[in-house]
């Protein structure tokens, strides 16, 4: 497996603002994923960060609203752009090893409030 | 698409008996992985126990098994000797294999522990 940290653990921000949530992993791992996950609900996965290029989002999850960033293999970020109360979660980060292609590795998430 | 239920919300036992949480999927493939993941009050995203498609033999983990029926698209978790630690929201997961890192979430079971 891999430690995985996330910063910040949570915050509280206003209504209009950007928070970026990091995400770093104590090895080099193939695959970094990013998911939301609202009160109370499951997973959703946001995107799939790839090292070197473009994000690759799901349906209904735009660049705009959720950059995303991972320069090397053990480091990614996740904007949340232009924050609305809708967008009060926890951001989970996971990381996934070729070797062992089937499992993902959770990090601690962060919890997000706007207000 | 793939889609994973969970029809128990939530769910109680005694502590030192046996529970078991239910999961079915719905999928047009034959080469796939299935998780249960545990998520306490700490949010932090466990995995419990992963299953290969292609294996007929059941997972087990300690304390944590589970019955795969391929046929009847079911995976549930068995969970013996209950701990108050074993409190948490348990998500069924599914992955398809090769094609898609993916992993794609049921809607929690909440697991109680009654002292």
């Known amino acids: 497996s891999a430690v995985i940290s996330q910063k910040p653990s949570r915050d509280i921000c206003q209504r209009g603002t950007s928070l970026t949530i990091q995400c770093q992993v104590d090895s080099q791992v193939t695959m970094m994923f990013w998911y939301r996950q609202q009160p109370g609900q499951s997973l959703t996965l946001i995107a799939t960060?790839?090292?070197?290029?473009?994000?690759?989002?799901e349906s209904g999850f735009v660049i705009d609203k959720f950059p995303i960033s991972r320069p090397n293999l053990t480091f990614s970020t996740l904007t949340v752009s232009n924050m609305s109360p809708e967008d009060s979660s926890i951001y989970l980060c996971s990381v996934g090893f070729r070797a062992k292609a089937d499992t993902q590795y959770f990090g601690p998430g962060t919890r997000l409030t706007v207000l | 698409a793939q889609t994973v239920t969970q029809s128990q919300p939530e769910m109680s036992v005694q502590e030192a008996e046996t529970v078991t949480l239910s999961c079915t999927y719905d999928?047009?493939?034959?080469?796939?992985?299935l998780f249960w993941y545990k998520q306490p009050p700490s949010r932090q995203m466990i995995l419990v126990i992963r299953q290969e498609a292609y294996k007929q033999q059941n997972a087990t983990e300690n304390r944590f098994s589970v019955n795969f029926q391929k046929a009847a698209k079911s995976f549930s978790l068995k969970i013996s000797d209950s701990q108050l630690g074993d409190a948490a929201m348990y998500f069924c997961?599914?992955?398809?294999?090769?094609?898609?890192?993916?992993?794609?979430f049921g809607k929690g079971t909440r697991l109680h522990i009654l002292p």
């Open positions: 999928t047009s493939e034959s080469d796939y992985y």
């Open positions: 997961a599914y992955r398809s294999y090769p094609r898609d890192d993916k992993i794609i």
């Open positions: 960060a790839n090292q070197g290029s473009e994000a690759t989002y």
